[in-house]
């Protein structure tokens, strides 16, 4: 399958959440047993060889990606959740937004000490989301071993934000 087969499976919702964004609709592509699985292949594909030891999600559709990676590569799935979603002990990350910040949290003891970890989510705007999550995973001890994103919108400069770890995107929105 190619990547403009996967990129054509989603549909761009103008003006949501607000004017001046084109929102990224995944929803056609999970709908789709057979672009949905493809795209999860080629999304651990860059990840086999050395193998990471556990899979982070982001809240909320990096948890579908996350998670269908994880099984594929047989590893532990662990979710990155908004503020005040876990119910135990955690470690917290704030991050920027365009008006303010807002922070993602994860278990304390979701990863081990020296574990490799693959970050995972669906799209990757400007990188504080998954730069919070690195954060989070290097508090509890783990290695970021890299990030793997659906989409990515180059125009907003994700990689600088997220330099120096390794980022996989399979598509690219210039």
């Known amino acids: 399958m190619s990547l403009q087969t996967i990129a054509a499976a989603i549909r761009d919702i ?8 084109v929102f990224k609709d995944i929803t056609p ?6 672009i949905f699985r493809e795209t999860v ?3 651990v594909a860059a990840w ?5 030891d556990l899979v982070v999600g ?19 799935f662990v979710p990155v959740r908004k503020r005040g979603k876990l119910p135990w002990q955690r470690f917290s990350a704030e991050y920027a937004l365009e008006y303010g910040t807002d922070s993602v949290e994860m278990h304390v003891d979701a990863v081990a000490a020296g574990q490799r970890v693959l970050i995972v989510d669906d799209l990757l705007a400007t990188g504080g989301t998954a730069r919070a999550a690195a954060s ?4 509890g001890g783990g290695e970021v071993m890299g990030i793997q994103a659906l989409i990515e919108l180059a125009f907003l400069e994700p990689r600088r934000a997220l330099a120096p ?3 996989e995107s399979l598509i690219v929105v210039d």
Do not use: H, T, W
Request: glycine share 10%; charged share 20%.
């Open 14 to 21: 103008p003006d949501f959440p607000k004017p001046g964004i």
């Open 29 to 34: 592509l999970l709908a789709n047993p057979r």
């Open 41 to 43: 292949e080629l999304m």
């Open 48 to 52: 086999l060889d050395p193998k990471p």
């Open 58 to 76: 982001v809240d909320a559709r990096g948890f579908i990606f996350g998670a269908a990676a994880a099984y594929e590569l047989g590893l532990g």
């Open 136 to 139: 989070l995973i290097e508090q």
């Open 165 to 167: 770890y390794s980022v």
